[in-house]
Structure formats: C-alpha cells, structure tokens
C-alpha cells in the first residue's frame, strides 16, 4: 500500500543509514513488535533499555513508513482542544491526556538527548491562531482552561502579535515546551540506539500472519516462524496488513500534503522560530529547520490514497507556499520538496494504545493523529508499564475497545 508520493526531505539528510538483515529461518522472543516507524522504534527502546527481551520485525526498511512523511513537530496541544476533549471525555481524564502529551515531549527531549547522534531536536513553542475573528471566543476558552490547570499558557492579542510577526491575526495562544525534530534521523537512530541495548532488528521481515494466544504467539513471515509471549503492533496507517481491520471502523483516513523550501535569505521576521498552527480545519502549521528551511503542511482532503501525479502534487505545493508568502512577505521562499501522505485521524481523536483485552498479550500502537510521535512515547511507556505489572492512568482513556459514545464525538 502506498503510504507517501513525492519527494521527502528527511532521508536526504542521512543517505546510507544503517540497515538490518532479514529473518532467516526462525526464532523466539518475549515480545515481538511488528513495524520500524517511530511507534516501533520507541517502544523497541524502551523495551530493550528495561532489559526486555524483544525483537522488530519490518516489511521494508526502517522508517520508511509515515514517520519518514511527518513533519516533526511535537505538541502537547492535540488536533482536539482541551476544552472539547473535556466536553468528550470529562475534564479530569482531558486534563490527565494533556499532561501525559505535555511530559512526553519532555521525554522525548531526554531520549534524543541520550542518542549518539544529531537527530534535529529543538525546545520551540508553538503559536495557535485564530483563523478568522469568528474563532476567537472558543480560542479564549480553550486558554482559559489550558490556563486554570496550569499549562503555563500565554494569551496573545492582535497588538502582540503585530509587534512579532509581519502579519496580523486577531488572537493566538501561545504554548511553551513544545519542540521540532527531524523524524528520518529520530527513528533511525532511535533504532540503533535500541540495537546497542539488545533489540533484534529485521528488515524486509513481514509478518504474514499471527496465530496463538496468551504467552504463546507464532508469527508467520514467510521466511521462518516467530514465537513470542506478547507481540506489540505498531504497523500505522495500515493496520489490516496486520490483521487489526476492526481499527479501520475507529478511523478517518485522508491524505494530506507538506512541503520544505530551500535555506530562507533570513528568518529574522519569525519571532523565535514559533511553530505556527490555526483554528480552521484542516489546518496549516509550518515550522523552520535547523539550516533555515521552512516546512509547510496542511491542506488535508478526505481520500486515502496520495495523489499520484507531478501536477496534482504541485497544485497544492503552491497553495502551501502561498500560505507561507501570505504570512510571510518578505520571505519569498523557494520550494525544494514536496509530498503528499496519508494521514489517519481517529474518530475520536485519541490515539489506542494498550493490550487488546479480548486477546491477551497483543498490544497496539495506533497513533493516530498529527501528535503521533507524542503518543508514540505515551505507548512505550504504557506497554512497558504493562509488561512489568505497573499501572498507567493513561491506559483506561486510549485502550482499544472504548465505548462508542466517546468515538462518536467529533469536533
Ligand atoms: C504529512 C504528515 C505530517 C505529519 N506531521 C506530524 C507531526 O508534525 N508530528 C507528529 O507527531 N506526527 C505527525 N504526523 C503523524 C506521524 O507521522 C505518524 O503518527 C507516525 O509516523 C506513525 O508512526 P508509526 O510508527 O505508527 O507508523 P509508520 O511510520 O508508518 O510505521 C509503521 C511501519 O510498520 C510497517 N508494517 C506495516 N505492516 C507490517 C507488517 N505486516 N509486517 C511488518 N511491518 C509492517 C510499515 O512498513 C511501517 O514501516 C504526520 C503525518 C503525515 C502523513
């Protein structure tokens, strides 16, 4: 299944990473995870670093899934507000989720702190603006909230943000803690850091078919039999390639579009790199890198499959660089890459993580959402804490079956 059309930037940036052998013949673990995108990769980590034993199956090569399509920014603030998710789920379990998103990031620092190599990790905070007047009440609400329960949130009016920025928008909040990275060399390192602490890796290592129950799993992967007491899937955007189509009905796929320029002359107009996202839906967020290149995305359309042609992809690599031009004027920045991905919401708007409890010992990772590598490391530690008897609030408010009057929410 095609998951992305175009040109990515992040893998220019590490040509020749390392590269993992395929299974031959069989083996057995305690816990198998089956996909190498960042879901994977930190769950891999975590697991290899508490003295787990663990091995990772991939049907391609590392990071070459969604998490090489992300843009990599990382945001405790969800695609759903803090003051809908309450209305959806209650305040205290909204405000327990945030909190958990918000200590991920600072974990997610750690990590790539502790990783050999340059991953393209930046502390930023992120700028939420009004996309029209109109929006400017629920904004204010939703700061009100982020600000009753300690958020350390800022309320920028239309002064402010005239004084910061060359464009005017009529209010913004603004988030500290948040951070930017670079996904390709994230993952990819992130793997390698796990390898050094145990994890068995292989590429071009399908898993075909999972047969078993409790402690006793067998994973068919057309080369050899895999047997492990848990097996954690963390395959993505396409969870019927491992048998989990009942995923499919809990979420919205479409496919979204991004693009990265080449080095800006300067950057001086953008008040301290700010990551920048709106109210309207889809929404435009756009970011810069460390070299001075602006990424851009948005632009969500509700088809699966990315569009497939030069033109089509073009088409809205334009609208995204207008985008830029239109807050930016100076600017006139120059477009270098362009794709288009698929991009799955769930219909709720929360990721499902956690053991299936009809099926004991299989775990999942369904990050859905544009906060995925933030929920990718709320999963490691979730499955950690499972496999070693420890209880997570997070788990009752993400755990697969979840009643229906929470999916059937919208924003
Ligand atoms: C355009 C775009 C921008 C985004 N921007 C952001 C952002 O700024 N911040 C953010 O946090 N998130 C963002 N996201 C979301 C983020 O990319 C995803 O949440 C994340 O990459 C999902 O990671 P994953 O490991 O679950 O999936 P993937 O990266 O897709 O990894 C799953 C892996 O499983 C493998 N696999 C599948 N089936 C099997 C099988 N049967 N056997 C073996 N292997 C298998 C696949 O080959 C794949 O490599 C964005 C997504 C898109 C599309």
Known sequence: ????YGSLYWPTTWPNPPRYPRLSGSGSFDV???GGGVSGALCGLTLSRSGIEAALIERNAV???SSSSNTGLLQYSNDIMLCKLAE?????DAVVFYKACKASVEHLAQVAQSLPREVGFKRRSSFYFASSKDDVPELR???????????GAEWWDEADIA????FRKAAAIVTHGDAEMNPFRFVTSVIEEAVRHGLKVYEHTPMLALEGENGRFVVRTGEGDIRAKRVVLAVGYAPETAGSDWVLGKAVMNRSYAIVTKPAASLADWHQRFMLWETARPYLYIRTTDDGRIVAGGLDEPLRRPVLSEADLRQRSLRLLAEIGRLFPDLRPELEYEWCATFTESADHLPILGEDPARPGVHYIFVYGGNGSVYSNIAAQLIRDSLIGEPNPIAPIVRAHRTSRQAAVRH
């Open 32 to 34: 198998l995870i089956v």
């Open 141 to 151: 609400r939703e700061f009100e909230m982020l600000d009753k329960h300690g958020f």
């Open 163 to 166: 004084a910061a920025f060359p």
């Open 88 to 92: 959806q789920i209650g305040e205290r």
């Open 1 to 4: 299944m095609t998951l992305h």
């Open 63 to 65: 990071a070459s899934g």
